[in-house]
Structure formats: C-alpha cells, structure tokens
C-alpha cells in the first residue's frame, strides 16, 4: 500500500491534526472526572500523528516531534516513576498522590494532582509508542538496504 | 522498611527511564550497575528484615488493600529477591565485562532493568492483577532481549516463544477474570478468605487454570517445549538470566497461588506425576542433545520438576525444601550458562562435536565449569545436594517412595549428561578454533556467582532454616494480613 | 456474567484459536488478538450486569463496577504495545525469510531424525 | 587429636591448590606427600592413646542439622587402620607419581587430585555420621573420576572414567536412599548407634539392599566389576593408590563399619557371602587369562575384594578380623606390584607379557621388589599375605563354613598361578616371539624415585609377615583375634600347602589351562555379562532419550500451542466437571443491542478464519474491535469503548503497513486432518471459557471490591472513577503497563532497525 496523499488528504490533515491533538489534550486534562485520560488521549495523539504520516509520511512526522521519540518514551517513563517514587521522597508511600492548588481567578479554581502529573507521563510513553511504531514499521520500503 | 520494598520496584524502574535518555554507554553502564548493585543490597536488607520480624506490607498510594494495591514481602519472596537480584548483578557484570552485548544493543539496559522490575514485581505483589502486569512487563522485555541480535534464528525461535508467552497471557487474564467473577477482589489474601465460600468445583477448576498458566511459564511437563527451542539462541547474558530466573518466577506463582489461594491438606498425586514427568523427559532431552546451551535448557526443565516436586507433597518439609532448591538453581542455572557462554567464547561454538580439550587451553573455565556441574547434579558437598537431600527426605516422610525414586534416577541421568559436557568439551585433546582467551571480567563475574553457590552450600542450614519458616507461613498463610505492615 | 458475553467471549477464543494453530505468523497474530478480545470481554463480564457508567455525577445513581473496567483498560493497551511489536517481528522474518511462516526447530528435527533412524 | 585430623585435611586440600602452582619435581612430591607423612605419624600417636582399647577419638563439625548432616568424627580401631594405608602409601606414591609423570603440568594436576582423593577418603573413613560419610563418598566418585579419566585425550580414558562414574554413581544414589530409609526408620543418623539398634523389618531389608548395592559398586563386586579393568586407563600411580588402598575399599570399609550389627539382617550374610565369593572366583578366572600385566593386576583386585567382601558377610568376630588383616595385607602387596607395574611399563614401555623378556636379569632390584609382593599375593611365608590367608582359612574351619573354604581354596589356588604369572610374565627370559620389541631392553635406568616406594612398600609386607603383631594390634582392636606367623600344625595351614603346591601346578600347565580357559570362554560369551549389561544399558538410554525427545519436542508452533491449550484447558475442566458444578442460567438481562453486536462479533470473528487475504482479515479484526467497542458501551464502559477504538484504528494502519510487505493472500495449510482437529479443538477452548465464565459468576456471594471505589473516588480528586483506579488507586498497574509500552518500541526500533539504533531513532 504505497501512499500518495492526495490534495484533499493534505488539506483535510492541516485542519484535522491541530483539533485532534487539542482533543487530545482535552481528553487528558479532564480524565480524572470525565471519560478521557492519559491513555485516550496518548492514543487520539498517536491518530494525530497517523494522520500526519499519511498525508505527509515520515518526514513529516518527524519534524513534528520535538525530539525522538525514544527521548519521549524516556521523558513518560521518568515523569511516571518521579511521581512514584514522589510519595516515597515527601515520607508517604510508593505513588501517594499529592496534590496543588491553583486558583486561578476567573477560570475557576484548579487542583493539579501528581495523578494528572502520572497521566501525562502515561501520555508521554504512548504517544512515544505510537510514534516509533509509525516511524519504524510505516512505509518500509524506504529502508531497503 | 516499606520504603526500602518499595525503592524494590522503583530502583529497576528508575534505572529504566534513565538508560532510556542517558546519552553515553559508559553512564548506562555506570547507572546500570549501580541500580543492579542497589538493588541487591536493598533485597538483602529485606530479607533479613523480614526473617527477623513480621513480612512487610506496603499500601501503594497510601490506599489500603483492597482499594490499593498490596506489596507484600515476606520470607519466601525476601529469599527470591534476594538470589534474583545476585543473579541479575553477576549476569550484568558478565554483560558489561564482554562488552559487545550493550555495545551493539544500546537499549540493552534500559530492557534489562524492566526485566528486573517486571521479576521484583511478581515476587512482591500481592495483588492477582499486577501479577499479571508483572508477568507482561518481565515478558515483554524477555520477548526483546531474546530477539536481541534479530538474525533468522533468533527471529523464528523468538516466534515461537513469544506466541506461547502470549497465549499464557490471555489464559492468565481469563483466569483473572473467573477469579474475580466468582469473588469480585483482585486481592490475594482477599481473594483466598472469599474462595472459601464458592463452590470446590469452580475453586478446582479456577485452581488449575492458574497451576497450568504458571506451568506454561515453568516450564512443566507438557507445556515446556517452547523453552528448548528458544532459549539458546539468545546471546549468553540473555539465556543466563532467562534461564536462572524466568521459569523460577513460574514457580513461584504456582506455589505463591497453590498454598494461598488453593491450599491441598495432603499430597497432590497429580502434582507429582507432573513432577517426574518433567523431571524425566527434561533430562532424556538433555541426553539427546549436543550443543552445551540445548543440554542446560533441558536441565532447566528436568530441575524444575524437583521444584513441583516438593511442593506437590504439600508439607512444610517438602516446601522448604523446594524453595531451597530454587535458590540453589536460580544461581547455579545462570553460571551454567554464564560457563557455556565462556567456551562459546572461547572456541566459537558450544557444539560438543566441535570443541574439546577446553580444560587444557583455559583451564579457568574448566575450575568454573566443574563445582557448577557437580551441584546441578546435585552431588555434594555443593549447593545442589542440600536441596536434593531435604527433597529425598521430606519426599520418604510423606511416603511418596515412587516420585523420589523417580527424582534420584533423574539425578544420575544429570550427572550422565554433565559428564557428556565436561568428557566432550573440557577433555580430549584442544581444538584449533581455542584461540579467544575470555576476558577477564567475564570470567570474575562467573566466577563470583560459582562462589556464590559455594557459598550457598556452605550456609545450607541458614537456608533451610529461613527456608522452613518461609514454608510454614506459605502453609499456615499466618505471616501476612490484608493492609498490615 | 450474561449468557450472550460469555458465548461472544469463548466464540472469540474458538476463533482465535482456530487462528492461531497455524503457520502465517499473520494469521496467528490476527488469533492472538481475538483472544485478547475474548479475555478482555470475560473480564468485562466478571464485574457483574452493566448499570451507569462509573462517572460520579452526583445523582447516586449505581455504577458498573469500575474494576474490571480499569483492568480491561490496562490489558487492551498492554496488547497493543505487544501486537505491534509481534507485527515488526512478522515483518523482519519477512525481511530474512522472505516468509511470515514459522518454520519447524531445526535441532530439534535433527534429534528426531535420529531417532527415527533416517539420516538428516 | 582429632583437630589435628581435621587440620590434615585441609593440609591436604591446601596442597591440591598449592602444588597447581609448584615450579619442580622435587617440591612436588614434597607439598604432596607432606600431609600424608604427617597424616601417618598422627596415625603412629593416635594408636598410642585409648583409641585401640575402644575409646574412639571424636569431635564434630556441623553442617545441616536440620538434615542431620554433620561431620561427626568418630576414629576408632577400624579408622586407623584405615588411615593408616590411606597416608602411608599414599605417601609413597605421591613421591612415586612426581617422578613417574614425567610432564610437569601433568604431574601438578595429578597430585592435585591425588590430594583431594586422599583428603576425600580419610573423611570417609573418620565420620560416623551417615550423610558426612555420603558427602566424602560421592566426593572419591568424583575425584576418581577425574583420576581415571586422566589421559583424556584418549577416547578409552574417558569412556573408562565415564563407565566408572555411572557405575559408583548409581550405587551412590541407592546408598542415599538406603541412608535416608535408614535414618527415618530408626530416627538416628549415627553409624555406632545405628550398628547397636539395627533397623529390623522390610524397610530395614530394603534399605540394607539399597546401601550394599552402593557398597558393591564401589568395591566392584559382580556384577558391577567391570568398571574396575576398565579403570586402568588411570596413571599407573592412581591405580596402585585407587585400586589397592582406597576406592575400591571404600565399599568394603561401609561392609566392615555395618556388618557388626547388620549381619542380623535375613538378607545380609547370604548376600553378602555369595557375592564376595563369585566375585573372588570371576576376578581370579579371568587373571588368570590376562597378557597385560595391569590388568592382570585389576582382576586380581576384584577377585580379592570378593575374597575380603566374603569374609565381612557373617558379622563372626573371628572372620571380620581375619578380613581386616587380608585387607591390609592386599593394599601393601599390591601397590607395591601396581607401581612395580608402572616402574616395568617407564623402563621398557609395554606391559605386555607377551613382549616383555629377561627384564629380572637387567633390573635385579624391581624384580625383588615385584617377587617380594607377588609372594605375598601368593600367600607364600614369611610374608603378610601368607599369615592373613592362613587367619582367613582358619576362620572359616573353625566356623565350620566348609563350602565357603572350598571355594576360597580353589581361588587361592588360582591366585598363586597368577602371581606366577605375574612375576613369569613380568621378569622371565622367555624364547623370542614374533610380538617381542627389543627396543625396551635398552631403557634407562629407572630412576631411585621409581624404584624406592614399591621397595617400602615390599619390604614393609614383609616385616609385618615377620612381626604380624604390628598389624595386629590395629586389626585386633577392631575384633578380636590372633595373627601367628608360625601358626602351628593345624589344619588351615595344610590347605596352604595344598593351595601353594596347586598353583604352582597350574602355572606349569599354564598352555593347557589356557586352551581350557578359551573353549570356556567361547562357551560363555553370550552370557550376561556386567561389561555388556553397561554397554546395553548406556545404548538404551540414548536410544530412549533420542525417541522420547523426537517424540515431544517436535520443533513444530502448531503442534506446541495445541498442547498447552489441551492440557491447559482439559486440567481444570475435568477437574472443575469432575466435582459436579451445575450450570445455572437462571434471570437473564439482556438487552437487544447487545444481541445484536454479539451476532455482530460472532459473525466478525468466524469471518476472520475464512478470509482469502490478510488484508480482509485485519479489516475484520478491525471490524470485532469496534463492535466490541459498542458492547463496552452497553456495558457502560465509555473510556474503554473510546481506548478500544483508537486503538483499533491504529493497530489496522500498523497492520497495514506491515502487509505491503506480505504477499496478499493466504498461503494454503498443509494438513486437512489438522483443520479438522483444529476446529475441535478451537471449540472445546471456547467452550470452556463461556462455560467457565457462566459458572464462576454465579459463585459471587458479596459485594466486589469497587463498591468502595464509587465513595472514595472524590476524596481522590476524581469522579471518573476508572481513571482513579489507573492513576491513583492502582497507579502501579498502570507504572508496569507503560513500562511494557516502552519495551514494546524498544524491541520494534531493534527489530525493524538493527541493533545500532536508539528507539523511535530514524529520518
């Protein structure tokens, strides 16, 4: 399946992807009280980026992640176990969720758990997955040796 | 003390997102070494923490069990990490000393680490589920490592290895999902008051399913010819510590979930034809072959029917001394490799037919390969006869004559097959491909663990002792309450 | 657990064992992943009839016990994360055998050949 | 006392390391023979102490008591004896072996084994607890393993040592489940206490026949024996230190040690004496026909085992004095020939008595020292061997155990023919024969090395002949007893005449006896025989393990995973059927969109194993996925439907991806049987698993876990209550779950990319 994208798919990629990844971001904000999360929102990123290498292949993709994704794997997995072992540092146990709050005058006021903090590093780590896969296995007749 | 338990899962996991964006091979490595060191010190403090006092129960999150998660360590898993993270020390060492294993797989350690976690993990979870999530996490990182050099043969073996380790998976979440529909907990000791109630079929068939799942991954006869195939394809860091560790953790399962969750108030026959059943075929397999790691991987199974053995005669005795005799092979398993891996250093090959003489070229090899060989046998006065010797006898004093007999034939058949290593590829007259004298730290860190195993057998009776009250608190299930520390 | 769950559960485990005992390590991811579907559907049903979904809105209304539901999550991504690299272990045998079949042990035939008393 | 025992011990297992590092011969031989010098002179000023009036010497070291493994010493008479011959001709061969082996890295790994071997059995012989003297038993296995497969460059070395393994090997593991039968029966595991309470009953039988099954391996006795010619393979000085003072006597010690109080048992005394004597009259028959003069040695050691096991067979004071004494008479006359045997084979290079000739007349010295020992294995006077076949004769008249004395005389009598032979074979000047090599005639002169400690070990035969009193004031701690030179005109002492003047006889007509000893042999070939059961049995096994593992390990996935899903599934069915759980399929909710997207699964799922090509069949797994995605909406499962979908979406790409590389269609299956079987078996699986499922949820009796999850999910900052349980009740899952996703990116970067690549690395 060699991809050509099409005007129409380019087109329809430069409107879809900034909405998903703002989705994306949505889903792992509100996941703690609404359906949502690290997960679906890694995962609706990940679509993200699969819509960018359709359109754009992996150059594209590329040039959209700020660095490789290995160092993105690396950067959710730290970011997870920092909030782990966060409890264990302040004398609570193994993944204690602690708590800030921010108020934020007219936009409410914002309780950011160190469980949004574990959520983003859940995000971190699939957005990672997705984009290695992506990178690795789309389009592999690129890489012919 | 709930901290030092807990830094057991954090440290390996720590050293994983840190191999993962450390940039130099030479700070992996430094990290790398340090976590594996850290880790073995913090899981000796537990042990002997806990042999001294009560187990130790962490409420990760805070959250109390059964809302949170349980980390449990009590002796028997304290005697596990302890030796598992002896072995994943020394294989490192032997690891970094050669040098060409993380050089050309710069992920290696990263890989490794979660391998480490993934076996902390399942040794101190209390909890059915992240049983699970262990399993995967050790697996998924076994699957990798294994696939390590991704050539044909390692990418076909790998196949079939991580195709059975999947199916195990989706049997073991089935498992999960009956055992939580018949009591609604994921908890186990929750879950062993609440199997009281639901009838002895579901628990029987609940029960089995978990016994052969775990079997899957022990390596048990029938389910163990996967191992075989794929084990020794791997390079030799990979296939020590797979070897020294992985089926062991499948062992420890069954026993954790057979004497917690489906306690038998007497000798389990079906058990121990299982027992010798793996202990013979695995061993008839090792005579069969002709390559020194095909020859151990078969060991690894014959001598995990020792390991079924002494649980199947469900008393204190015979519990005791199979958890001495995973302590003892976890060691001796991993510098059996480690040792096969030096003559296929050495010479370019573990085929029997195309090495010999190795004793005369590097005779190192040949003082390491020896007190290992001898113990795997389970000759004294080394490792392997202490738990061979409390096997016999707790296996005379439930009166199971026929099993044991069984395992003593099993052991000549070992020697047999040792002797066809050390008679085919230490004796005889050098061969012209012994040219690679091994490095000097990959023979230090084999080295250290064959001491290791000396050292074993020279505090046996510490052992059994740890070893008995590890087992009358798996039989009594006294050791361990729901949300205590 | 609901009659038509559980009979969708074990179809899903029939189908992806038919599957799976086969050859094209395609078709044997393909069957490992019905399985997956089948566990995870087992262990949806273990919690029990659907009711509301376990969002706290403050009516009080009773919520499908959110466990299973949490574990089943977990699982499904634990099974993406192996699928895709089962399909990147697919594609490099293809790569070196030209081939997604999973060929027979070669030691292995070797033994038995012996033992047959054929030469190999 | 005995702390200086266990210093000599480690003294020796010291000089194992030590001589590994020794730069010359002379040193060699020193480090090595110092400890068991030393060991001697202990044995000289132990005998000095109560030891001989019955006070044993003790002392303890601990290993497992829970086991009841210890290393209680306990040397008593018997141990003196013992040690005695351990030290003092292992002393002399030590010194012999330095100057024997002429390759120096040679000698320094013999000797260190050599060392070990000795430390080995003087812990044996020291301990009184069972499994301490296990542990030094398999610890001689080992080491003779290793002495005997020595020269491993030759294949006949290491097939020896391999036979010799296997065989004491398996003796060991009847010994260890004797021993443990033993201690359990009667709740000790001390050997003196044992001797006093001897278990009775068909445990205490069976566990005797298990421990004289260990004994008899190890001291070659028919029809285990033929390990032992086998093992002469070994360095020469091995088989004089193995075959006369030790190993071999290992087995004959434990008869000694037990006899006392054992030979109560039914089975012992008949077991016992009818082997030792078959074995006394096999070994001497084939000496008899021997042209190698080692091995002519090895059968004349087995025919004398069967002699000394005969002998320790009734438990009467009188005939385990008389065997001790042949005992110690055995290991002095042929060491003494064994290294004469060495020294013969370093100065013309054979051994073979067909070729040897006139080497008495060059080296008068070696051939005294050889006549000296021969005379003493004949039973000639003054000697040793004379004076203790005269008390073994005499025991059994006095015990009235006529045919037992038949057949030992008639033994006897080819025992002296052999030691004719020996000695005619060895130092003779026989007419040339075709096989003759002149070239060993000019040989260099032995060195004194070689010479020396054979001579000792004569002379020593000799004095002791002449003042048996030195001998038997050890032998008569252990039984009673007296050990005259001059033993007066009493019968036994005819026997010996008759028995000296019909050897003599024999060796005369030795052309006639060996044209006999062939029309018997070729009469006899097909008979069992130990050598040929070995050989069957080591075939058996291979054939059986080529079979088994041809059988089982198909090498083939299908066949595999067929396996473990029919064992794995069939276990807990039976085992949950077997006890008679009843299905109950009482109140059913079920809506109609959940029929409708079962059917919609259902349908899916039997889709994806009929699809003609890979890419139908993912887009059908796509398909299952997202109809499961709409029962977890039914279900009320909103976060899993929309995680299920994403991923779906993407798994397919991924798929997609993947199958540009694949050819599109399905490649035929082989099998039409398998279909078959496959299909059945895929339905017993499901089966099982809706079956199961159905049963196991109506076991539930209380409430899940979760109803406290609904309470506490505020307090937790959340009322997404799933998303709670993965990031905060139960955030260590999900720490594991990413863990696993970043392994999975690493293994796909190594896949697809090689090895010399970061994860997600790429351009």
Redesign the interface.
Known sequence: MKVRPSLLVETGARTMVPTLLVVSAFLLVVGHDSPGGGFVGGLLAGGALLVVFLSGGRAAVTSMLPVPAGAILGAGIMTAVATAIGGLVFGRALLDAGKLEIDAGWFGSWSVGSALLFDVGVFLVVVGLVSTVLLQLGDPEEREE | MTTVVSLLVAVPLVAVGLALVLPSLALRRAVSMAASLASLVLSVIVLVSVDGGDAISVAVGGWTAPIGIQLVADRFAGLMLAVSSTALFGVLAYAVGQRDTDDAFPAFHATYHALAAGVALAFLTGDLFTLFVAFEIMLTASYVLITHRSEAAQVRSTMTYVVVGLVASGLFLIGIGLAYAATGTVNLIEMADRLGDVDSGTRAGIGWLFFMVFGIKAAIFPLFFWLPDSYPTAVTPVTAIFAGLLTKVGVYAIVRTQTLLFPSDGPSTFILIIAGLTMVIGVLGAIAQGDIKRILSFHIISQIGYMIMGLGFFTVAGLAAAIVFIVHQVIVKTVMFLVGGLVETSSGTGRLRDVSGVLHRYPVIAVLFLPAALSLAGLPPFSGFVGKLALVQAGFSAGQWIVVGVSLFASILTLFSMTKIWAGAFWGSPTTNLTRRPGRAMVAATGGLVAVSLFIAFAGQPLLEVATRAAQDLLTGGAVTIGGS | MSVVLAVTAGALVAAGTYLLLQRLLTRIVIGLGLIAHGANLVLLGSGGPPAAPPVIDGSGAPISDPLPQALVLTAIVITFGVTAFLLALAYRSYLLTSSDGVEDDVEDRRIAGFAGGGST | MTGVLIFIVLALVAAAAAVAVTRTRVTLGLVASAPLAAMAIWTAFAAESDVLEGTPLTGSI????????SFDIHVDALSLVFLGLISTIGAAIAVYSAVYLTDLAKARRFLALLALFAAAMTGLVAVDNI?GL??FW??T??TS?LLI?FE??KGSA?AA??QA??TT??GG?AL??GL??LS?ETATTSISQLVANPPTGTVGTVAIALILIGAFTKSAQVPFHSWLPGAMSAPTPASAYLHSATMVKAGIFLLFRLSPGFSTDPIWTPVVVTVGLITMVIGAWRALRQTDLKLLLAYSTVSQLGFITALTGTGSPAMLHAGLAVLVAHALFKSALFLTTGSIDAIAGTRDIRVLSGLGRRRPTLAAVGVLAAASMAGVPPLLGFVTKEAAFSALIDTGQWAALAVVAIASVATVAYSLRYLWGAFATKPPSPEADPKGFDAPVAPMGLVLPPLVLGVAGAVTGLFPGLVNRFVSAFQPGKLPLIPGWKPALAVSAVVVAAGVLVHWHRDRVGRTQDRVGSLTRRLPSGDRAYRGAVAL?????????????????????????V??VS???V???????SVD?HP???SVG??AL?AL??TA??A??RAPS?MV??LL?GA??YA?AG??V???????A???L??E???V??????????PRR??Q?RSRF?GRF??V???G?????????????R????????E???E???T????????????????????????????????????????????????
């Open positions: 601990g290993w497992l008591p829970t086991l009841g493994v499994y296990f542990v398999e610890l296995t080992i393993y497969g491993d460059r290491r040592a391999l393994v296997l090997g398996i593991l260890l489940g443990v039968l359990q096994l291979n054939r059986v393990a080529d079979r088994t593992t041809g059988l089982v390990q198909s090498g083939s996935l299908p066949v595999y995973l067929s396996t473990i899903l064992a794995t276990v807990p069915a085992a949950w059927f077997s006890s008679g759980s399929l059913l909710s079920v959940e029929i079962a699964v259902i799922a039997v994806v194993t890979r069949a993912v797994l299952v996925g499961i029962i977890f039914i279900y009320a499962a909103p976060d899993l929309l995680t299920l994403l991923v979406t993407i798994t790409a991924i798929f997609a991806f993947v199958l540009t590389k694949v399905f490649e299956e398998f496959r299909a078996l895929a339905l699986v499901g089966g099982f698993v809706t079956a199961a499922s159905i049963i196991a949820s076991q539930r009796s209380g409430p899940s876990d979760s406290i999850y609904a506490l999910a505020p937790a900052g959340g009322s997404n209550v799933v998303n709670v349980i993965l990031t905060d009740f139960r955030a260590l899952d999900t720490l594991g779950e990413i863990t696993v996703l970043a392994v999975a990116a690493i293994g796909i970067t190594v896949l697809v990319r090689g090895l010399r690549s970061e994860p997600g690395e790429g351009t």
